[in-house]
């Protein structure tokens, strides 16, 4: 009989274990609410998900409790490179003749195809950043969403303001606005009202320069008044620093670069071609050009290589029904 029973006791003792082990898991659960960290890993192909688990304890040890699980894609600290496309925009405007206004029809990109380009960032999961972003990032202080996309605007011409700014807005879209102080206020450029109200919502304004002069053909001392002036003309308007700059038609050599680091700015674009970036090459970051005549397709593979994400999962516990 005692060997009958043996088998027995042994189920029980595991049976006991068991309950005691499941009973300690839900008493865990109610610990503290705060999220916690429970996976990251590399996802070619981002996706994003959450899901609601309702969690009940066994034995009358706790009420129910109600476990929400989120899945977040960011680009982690660390990486020296990241493939963030920076893309050049002049006017937001009915697209010209070419024969009429031969350089005006480059520069064009008409507001149906701005607002055609924008809504697919959006629909395939692009996040607009800035260059303050870029900059926190850089400094190991702030991730960044998955395929982050810079949207930069040059010259601050009016449909800078009457319909580029709009669209950004409806999308809820961070841009970047390079503006050439001398211009401001004049017929077709943007007022001094007008950079201030978009400086408020979400459009970083950056230099280009007093009078949008060939840098690469000036001599230090007027490269030095054309950075220096137009930096400190927009931080009296906007009443902070104002450290980001775009090269007039991408013209510079070593010597801008040279001035530029010594009047204080942080970053400048050019005209180059690319999507490639690091805080090395931060005075000479490349961007996209957006020319109004690329199809749709063209834009899209002009955006280059997404950026490997990480997926966040993060759960968290709270009071149940």
């Known amino acids: 009989m005692a060997l009958k029973l043996r088998p027995v006791r042994l189920m029980l003792h595991r049976g006991a274990a068991a309950a005691a082990f499941v009973a300690a898991c839900v008493v ?11 996976q990251a890993s590399a996802l ?8 609601l688990l309702w969690s009940k304890a066994s034995f009358g040890v706790v009420p129910a409790r109600a476990i929400t699980v989120d899945h977040a894609l960011w680009i982690p600290y660390g990486r020296h490179s990241i493939s ?11 697209v010209p003749s070419m024969n009429s206004d031969w350089m005006g029809y480059k520069l064009s990109v008409s507001p149906a195809s701005f607002h055609e380009q924008m809504d697919w960032l959006a629909a395939h999961g692009y996040h607009p950043v800035d260059f303050n972003d870029m900059r926190a990032y850089f400094a190991g202080q702030k991730v960044l969403p998955s395929k982050p996309v810079m949207i930069t605007l040059d010259d601050g011409y009016t449909d800078l303001y009457t319909t580029a700014y ?9 841009a ?11 017929d077709r450029y943007v007022t001094p009202e007008q950079i201030l109200e978009m400086d408020r919502n979400g459009i970083e304004i950056a230099s280009h320069t007093v009078d949008h002069a060939n840098l690469a053909r000036t001599s230090v ?5 054309e950075l220096a002036t137009s930096k400190a003309w927009l931080e009296r308007l906007l009443g902070h620093p104002v450290v980001d700059f775009a090269y007039p038609s991408g013209k510079f050599n070593s010597q801008v670069v040279g001035v530029l680091q010594a009047t204080g700015y942080d ?7 690319g999507t490639i970036h690091s805080l090395d090459d931060r005075y000479t970051w490349t961007r996209v050009r957006v020319g109004g005549g690329e199809s749709m397709e063209d834009f899209v593979n002009n955006l280059g290589p997404v950026e490997p994400p990480l997926v966040l999962t993060t759960i968290n516990t709270g009071p149940g029904r």
Do not use: C
């Open 28 to 38: 865990a659960l109610q610990v503290g609410d705060a999220p916690q960290i429970a």
């Open 44 to 51: 070619s192909h981002p996706s994003s998900s959450a899901g």
């Open 84 to 94: 963030v496309p920076i893309l050049m925009y002049h006017y937001i405007r009915p």
């Open 166 to 174: 709009p669209i950004l807005k409806a999308h809820n879209f961070k």
């Open 176 to 186: 970047v606005a390079y503006i050439v102080t001398s211009f401001v206020g004049q």
């Open 221 to 225: 001392y007027g490269v030095t008044n």
């Open 267 to 273: 970053t400048a674009v050019t005209e180059l071609p």
